[in-house]
């Protein structure tokens, strides 16, 4: 892990969809947000849990996040095709989003 600014990102799955959402994340979502400068350090499902999907991101700070953010998220592609699609396979208000920092 590079960065010192970590996000653990929970979502849940529409009933029946988490390999659906899975196969979106793997093939569109991480590849999108790694080309532009996020570091994402893992793609996890949860065995006991058959809704659940877990992804680790890392940036360098704050800073470095907001610029991520703005990057992906006020993109067109992830605007009008990437984030609606998403938003079909996972219940977005559901999602946890937990922010740590490294300890060394």
């Given at each position: ?30 590849p999108f ?12 499902v ?5 809704d659940?999907?877990i ?21 067109p592609?992830w ?5 609606p699609?998403?938003k079909k ?13 490294a300890?060394?």
């Amino acid at each position: 892990m590079s960065g010192a600014l970590v996000e653990i990102r929970r979502y849940v799955a529409f009933p029946g969809r988490r390999a659906e959402l899975v196969d979106v994340m793997d093939r569109v979502v991480i590849p999108f947000v790694r080309a532009r400068g996020v570091e994402v350090l893992a793609s996890l499902v949860v065995p006991d849990d058959e809704d659940a999907y877990i992804w680790i991101r890392s940036f360098d700070d704050a800073d470095d996040r907001d610029r991520a953010y703005a990057a992906i998220y006020e993109d067109p592609e992830w605007v009008d095709t990437i984030g609606p699609t998403v938003k079909k396979l996972m219940d977005v208000p559901r999602a946890v989003i937990t922010t740590a920092t490294a300890t060394a």
